[in-house]
């Protein structure tokens, strides 16, 4: 496990826990440059998306939590007390993808009673830090409307809750979006924006978009699955947790890092472990809570010191000594050699544990919720280690190998293979 900040962590929980009323937080511009405040202090959003483990975001140096709605938010408030952390609060706002009617004025106005009981509910807990109104609102979307329900439900905002700054959160930086809200909704205070291969150039492309105001990035990561190779059967390829964890600190540095400008922070996607085309593309942890190479970076990003203990480091995985790019075609039943190539910092003894998927074909858009495939057993040898075999399925059709290797000190690396089988 990282070093946990014992001292500090006391500290913010007990001023945490003092606290009884909300908290103002506040929108700062002083010679063009952007800052938030929290009880008039400067607050560098240093945060995590997700609620899962909010004692490590603490204790590795993060101080906020980005939420999608207001389910299960009682409970992340209370974690966020007491860990000294704050909370941007999701507003679950419907999609047009998922069938809302922004031309229904009925369905338009209950959403925005709905809306208005949340805040209502929430605005004087002492870990709200802004609300986000809606995510990812502009994906599959045609009708501009939202923008105008968006706005009703900043007012709303503003008219009930004086202490905190209201957000929408778009997919990518569109100017054409970046438009509409500048136009249709001025009770916006902050932009935020999803990112992921395209974070190294978020603060060109928030200018080149006309934003001239602050923004948060509410969730940022990987490659995405859109933005990776994709094989001939259409699998996109996932980066290992190592390549993962060198493009989070690449990207982060030569970004947001360096924008004192208008950035006011960032939320890591994602604290925790989701499927979202496999069980290990989006989440930085593992689905029984080992932490990968990336948690590592994060802990340097937010707090400037490495873990004492680090996360292996997979250099390489093959599968018949072809790599995950190389289009791999096997034939059923056959036998074919694995290798994982991997070393931890501090030479603790490595474990491998290997799984085999049929390719997920449970694909859904903006981060819905997916189902994980079921493995399939006995295909790798039981007690495998570094090097091995893999035993083809004889169903033809498209799989993924899996590899988690772990240090035995709550670290792990991890990647895997698409391949597809068929006979010659």
Request: charged share 20%; glycine share 8%; with cysteine.
């Amino acid at each position: 496990m990282k070093t946990y900040f014992g001292l500090a962590l006391l500290t913010l929980t007990s001023t945490a826990c003092a606290q009884t009323t909300a908290v103002k937080v506040e929108i700062r511009q002083t010679q063009g440059r952007y800052e938030l405040l929290r009880a008039s202090k400067p607050y560098f959003i240093k945060g995590a998306g997700g609620g899962q483990f909010p004692e490590r975001i603490r204790a590795y140096g993060g101080n906020s939590i980005r939420t999608w709605s207001t389910s299960g938010l009682d409970k992340v408030l209370a974690d966020a007390r007491k860990n000294g952390l704050t909370v941007m609060v999701g507003l679950d706002v419907a999609r047009e993808r998922h069938g809302f009617n922004y031309d229904d004025p009925q369905a338009v106005a209950t959403q925005l009673a709905k809306i208005r009981a949340e805040v209502l509910r929430y605005k004087d807990d002492p870990a709200v830090l802004f609300w986000g109104i809606g995510n990812e609102l502009n994906l599959e979307y045609t009708n501009p409307k939202v923008w105008n329900a968006v706005q009703q439900i900043a007012q709303m905002i503003h008219e009930v809750d004086p202490n905190h700054p209201t957000s929408t959160v778009l997919a990518g930086c569109n100017p054409q979006e970046v438009a509409y809200i500048k136009e249709r909704c001025p009770a916006v205070d902050i932009l935020s924006i999803n990112t992921y291969a395209g974070l190294a150039a978020i603060p060109q492309q928030v200018r080149a978009a006309g934003w001239a105001g602050p923004y948060v990035v509410a969730e940022w990561g990987p490659t995405g699955h859109w933005e990776s190779p994709v094989t001939p059967w259409k699998a996109s390829v996932e980066e290992t947790s190592s390549q993962k964890a060198a493009v989070y600190q690449s990207r982060y540095e030569a970004s947001v890092q360096k924008d004192t400008i208008q950035c006011l922070g960032t939320y890591v996607f994602l604290w925790g472990q989701k499927q979202e085309r496999t069980p290990t593309w989006y989440g930085i942890f593992t689905e029984d809570g080992k932490e990968s190479e990336v948690v590592d970076v994060m802990q340097y990003l937010w707090s400037g010191k490495w873990p004492s203990n680090r996360a292996p480091h997979l250099t390489s995985f093959l599968l018949n000594g072809k790599k995950a790019t190389d289009e791999i075609y096997v034939q059923p039943g056959q036998r074919y050699p694995v290798t994982a190539v991997v070393t931890d910092p501090e030479k603790d003894r490595l474990t491998y544990r290997y799984e085999l998927l049929p390719e997920s074909t449970d694909l859904k858009s903006g981060g819905d919720r997916e189902s994980r495939p079921a493995p399939i057993s006995g295909m790798v040898p039981a007690g495998a280690k570094a090097q091995t075999t893999l035993t083809a399925p004889t169903k033809e059709g498209a799989y993924r190998l899996f590899v988690y290797t772990y240090d035995g000190r709550d670290n792990v690396a991890t990647a895997n293979i698409p391949f597809y089988v068929r006979a010659k």
